[in-house]
C-alpha cells in the first residue's frame, strides 16, 4: 500500500474533544447546557443503534440529550405536533428526526417543519438553499465532515478537479456543493453516469457515496488521487464468521496501491457524522442563545 490513511476516527476525536471544551463554556455563559432532541419513529434496529449512538455522544461532550421514541404505527400528525413543541422548546438547540420514517409518514412534510436554525442535519430545504447560494446554515453532516477531512489533508482545495460519485441528497449534492463553494470543479456522477471509470480517472479527489460494496477500482484512480470512501456496506458472512465485513464503496486494495491518501472503511468518514452532529448543535446552541462562537472555533 503506498496510499496515506486518513484517519477519521482521530480526527473526529479530536473534533469531539473540541465541542466538549466549548459546551463547557457555553453552559458557563448561557446557565444551560446546549441541546438535541432525537426523535425515533417505529423500532428499526440500524435506526435504534444510531440513536442510542447519537445519544450517548451527545451527554459524553457536555450536552443535553432529549430522546422521543414513538410507536411505528404514529400518526404524522402527532409527530408534527411533537416537532412543534420541539421548535418552541427553548432547552433544545437541534432536532434530528432519524430516517428513514415509516411509509404512511411523509419525510419531507416532517424535515420541512423543523425549524431550519434547530435543523442540525441541515436537511430542510431553508438550509439547503443556504448551502446553494452561499449562506450561513447547517450543512448535513456526513458531507461536511468529508470536507473536513480533505481540508485538513490539502490545504486549499481551489481549482482542484473533483469527482462525487452519487447525487443523493443527504451526501452526494450537499457534497459537490460544498466542493463549489471551495472552488473546486466539480463533477457530479451517477447511475447513468457513461464510462465511469473514465470520468474518475481525471479526479484530483474523488469521493464515493453509492451505496455499492468495493465498485471503486484502483485502477480507475488517477496516480496520487484523494480519496474519500463514504460508502458502508456489510458483505455476506464467509465461513467462520457471525457478521459479515464492513466495506466501502471503493475497493480498498487496489485504491490503496494508487491514491495518494484515502479513507479506510471503517474508520474514515464515518465517526465524522456524529462528530459534526455535535458541532452542528453546539453553533445551534450559540445562536439560539445569543452567545458568541469565533468564526473557524469548530
Ligand atoms: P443513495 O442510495 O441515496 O444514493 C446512491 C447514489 O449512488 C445515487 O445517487 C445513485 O445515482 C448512485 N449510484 C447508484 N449506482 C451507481 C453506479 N453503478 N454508478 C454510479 N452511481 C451510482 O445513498 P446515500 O444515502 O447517498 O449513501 C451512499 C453510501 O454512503 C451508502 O453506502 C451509505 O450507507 C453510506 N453513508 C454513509 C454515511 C456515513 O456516516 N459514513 C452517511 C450516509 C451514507
Known sequence: MSAALIDGKAFAATLRAKVAGYAATFEQSAGRKAGLAVVLVGDDPASQVYVRSKGKATTECGMAGFEHKLPDDTAEDVLLVLIARLNADPAVDGILVQLPLPPHINEQKVIAAIDPDKDVDGFNVV????????????????????????????????????????????????????????????????????????????????????????????????????????????????????RGRLVGDVDFASAAEVAGAITPVPGGVGPMTIAVLLRNTLVAAHRNARVALAKDAL
Open 127 to 242: 438550509n439547503v438553499g443556504r448551502l446553494a447560494t452561499g449562506l450561513h446554515g447547517f450543512v448535513p453532516c456526513t458531507p461536511l465532515g468529508c470536507l473536513m477531512l480533505l481540508k485538513d489533508r490539502l490545504g486549499d482545495l481551489s481549482g482542484l478537479d473533483v469527482v462525487v460519485i452519487g447525487r443523493s441528497n443527504i451526501v452526494g449534492k450537499p457534497m459537490a456543493q460544498l466542493l463549489l463553494k471551495e472552488s473546486c470543479t466539480v463533477t457530479i456522477a451517477h447511475s447513468r453516469t457513461k464510462d465511469l471509470p473514465e470520468v474518475v480517472r481525471r479526479a484530483d479527489i474523488v469521493v464515493a457515496a453509492v451505496g455499492r460494496p468495493e465498485m471503486v477500482k484502483g485502477s480507475w484512480l488517477k496516480p496520487g488521487a484523494t480519496v474519500i470512501d463514504v460508502g458502508i456496506n456489510r458483505l455476506p458472512p464467509v465461513e467462520g464468521e457471525n
